[in-house]
């Protein structure tokens, strides 16, 4: 490659990594800024503001609406997309540890943290569903999506073992295991009664273990 094809070919990847880096920092201010204010009361000032851009660049990320979608993903994920937690790093190697009893316990630190940084985040959403259709129809599809990462991982309990044959028995134990995992669980035991986030931990790892083991 001539220098000159070299120098254009640097000079493009810095600027694609440098309005990377500003999406994940107005992502960010976002999370924060509808975890903290509510989706109506958020504004996309209040987020510039948070990620030290100009309201213009916050604008060129998405509409509020987009922000908050993408901002929930990637809280909870680490970055926003689609792609199925199994197909990332982490959750993924996680169940497949040698030891069941290890494979149970680090996914479900894995979700708990997950739910530790977007519980109240996903209220935001849910409430703004309530009264944006578009939100509406973005949190249906987004449920769709987290149905289908449980679904894959109780395929992957199966194969290993811990539940019985058959899509009966995988469906069925899925319904368990979003239940017992959801954000909602999470809010209401640390954030609402207090229970320390080791505590919480602790019962989940228990009480999906005595669901495999025993359902």
Not at 43 to 52: E, P
Not at 107 to 131: G, P
Not at 173 to 192: I, K, M, R
Request: aromatic letters at 6%; hydrophobic letters at 40%.
């Amino acid at each position: 490659m001539a220098p000159e094809a070299t120098r254009r070919a640097y000079t493009s990847r810095l600027r694609s990594e440098q309005a990377a880096d500003t999406r994940r920092r107005v992502l960010d201010a976002a999370a924060h800024r509808f975890a903290a204010d509510g989706y109506v009361a958020t504004t996309l000032a209040g987020i510039a503001g948070r990620a030290g851009v100009s309201v213009e660049t916050v604008k060129s990320c998405g509409a509020k609406r987009d922000l908050l979608l993408s901002s929930f993903e990637q809280t909870f994920a680490g970055e926003e997309g689609t792609t199925p937690l199994s197909s990332r790093p982490g959750l993924a190697e996680l169940l497949t540890l040698e030891r069941d009893a290890d494979a149970i316990a680090a996914s479900v630190a894995f979700v708990a943290e997950a739910n530790a940084r977007a519980s109240t985040l996903w209220r935001t959403l849910t409430s703004a569903a309530d009264t944006d259709p578009v939100i509406r129809a973005s949190l249906t599809e987004l449920l769709g999506r987290r149905r289908a990462d449980i679904t894959a991982a109780t395929a992957v309990l199966q194969n290993r073992g811990l539940v019985p044959r058959g899509p009966d028995a995988r469906a069925r134990t899925a319904d368990v295991l979003s239940f017992l995992s959801s954000p909602e669980g999470y809010e209401q035991l640390v954030l609402t009664a207090g229970w320390p986030h080791r505590d919480y931990v602790d019962w989940l790892t228990r009480t999906i273990t005595a669901a495999l083991l025993h359902g």
